[in-house]
């Protein structure tokens, strides 16, 4: 009978309490800011070996 009032317990202030759900917010804001950084560094590299890439294929050849 004490689980159950312990459960019960932990459940309601499981709904009550704020904290948790804040919580999980931050960390869903986190991992879109974490994927967007990681999308603009991997376009930034893609479009930088492209320039490079134009760049070497324009200069002449070394004799």
Do not use: C
């Amino acid at each position: 009978m004490k689980w159950l009032m312990w459960a019960r317990h932990m459940g309601a202030s499981f709904w009550a309490d704020q904290e948790g759900p804040t919580v999980t917010e931050y960390a869903v804001l986190l991992a879109l800011i974490v994927l967007g950084v990681f999308t603009a560094v991997t376009l930034i590299g893609v479009f930088a070996k492209d320039a490079y890439t134009t760049v070497t294929n324009g200069l002449p050849e070394a004799s």
